[in-house]
C-alpha cells in the first residue's frame, strides 16, 4: 500500500500516525506537505544519530511555517539494545493509564517530547509565552520566520524559566529547552490563529 492509504486506514480506526525520520529519508517539506493527515513527524530518533540525521526539527518548522498543522515526537527507535534505546521519549499529559487516553493525548497535542530535560510548564496569557523547566542552557521559543528567539543562561550558570511577548505576526510558537549536555525537550507548536 501507499503513505497515504495507509495514514487514511490508521486514521479511519481511530489511531494516529506519525511521519518517521524524514531528514534520514531525505524528505523536505514539499515532499512532506501530502502527508498533512499524518498527525505529526519524528523530531528526533536515536537510530538515525549513527548516521548524522537525528534531528528533523528544520523539516518541521518547514511544514509549520506552510501552514501543516503537525506536532511531533522524540523516539529511540530500538533497533539494538546496547546503542538507541531510552534515548527519545514522549511525555503525555493523561487522567488515566489507559490506550484511548494515550491516542487522546496524542490526538490533542498534549504531551512534549525530550531526550533529556523536563518541560514542566507553559503559560500563555496576555500575550506572553512563559516556560518553566528543568535546569537548561538554552531556551528558544522558536516561531515562523524572524519571530523566534533563543534565551541562554550566562557562562557556567543554567537557567529553568524564560518568557518572550508573541510578535503580532507569529502564526507559530513553539519551545526547545535544550540542557548543558546538548539534550533537548520540544514543545508541541501552539497556532497563533486559534484562539
Known amino acids: 500500500e501507499d503513505a497515504?492509504?495507509?495514514?487514511?486506514?490508521?486514521?479511519?480506526?481511530?489511531g494516529v500516525t506519525f511521519l518517521a525520520h524524514p531528514y534520514w529519508h531525505g524528505k523536505d517539506a514539499n515532499s512532506l506537505m501530502q502527508y498533512t493527515d499524518s498527525l505529526g513527524i519524528e523530531v528526533?530518533?536515536?537510530?538515525?544519530?549513527?548516521?548524522?540525521?537525528?534531528?528533523?526539527?528544520?523539516?518541521?518548522?518547514?511544514?509549520?511555517?506552510?501552514?501543516?498543522?503537525?506536532?511531533?515526537?522524540?523516539?529511540?527507535?530500538?533497533?539494538?539494545?546496547?546503542?538507541?534505546?531510552?534515548?527519545?521519549?514522549?511525555?503525555?499529559?493523561?487522567?488515566?493509564?489507559?490506550?484511548?487516553?494515550?491516542?487522546?493525548?496524542?490526538?490533542?497535542?498534549?504531551?512534549y517530547s525530550s531526550t533529556g530535560p523536563e518541560i514542566k510548564d507553559i503559560h500563555i496569557n496576555d500575550g506572553i509565552i512563559k516556560v518553566e523547566c528543568s535546569p537548561v542552557k538554552h531556551i528558544s521559543f522558536v516561531a515562523d520566520r524572524w519571530n523566534g528567539i533563543r534565551v541562554s543562561a550566562h557562562k557556567g550558570k543554567i537557567i529553568n524559566n524564560a518568557q518572550l511577548?508573541?510578535?503580532?505576526?507569529?502564526?507559530?510558537?513553539?519551545?526547545?529547552?535544550?540542557?548543558?549536555?546538548?539534550?533537548?525537550a520540544w514543545s508541541n507548536p501552539f497556532f497563533m490563529d486559534i484562539k
Open 44 to 111: 528526533y530518533n536515536s537510530t538515525c544519530a549513527r548516521f548524522a540525521k537525528a534531528l528533523s526539527s528544520v523539516q518541521w518548522d518547514d511544514m509549520l511555517q506552510r501552514g501543516a498543522k503537525i506536532v511531533a515526537i522524540a523516539v529511540d527507535d530500538a533497533h539494538t539494545e546496547e546503542e538507541d534505546v531510552f534515548d527519545g521519549w514522549v511525555w503525555l499529559k493523561m487522567s488515566e493509564l489507559t490506550t484511548s487516553a494515550v491516542i487522546h493525548a496524542l490526538k490533542t497535542g498534549c504531551f
Open 4 to 14: 497515504m492509504s495507509v495514514i487514511r486506514r490508521v486514521k479511519e480506526a481511530g
Open 165 to 184: 511577548t508573541i510578535p503580532e505576526s507569529a502564526k507559530y510558537i513553539r519551545i526547545e529547552c535544550t540542557d548543558i549536555h546538548g539534550k533537548t
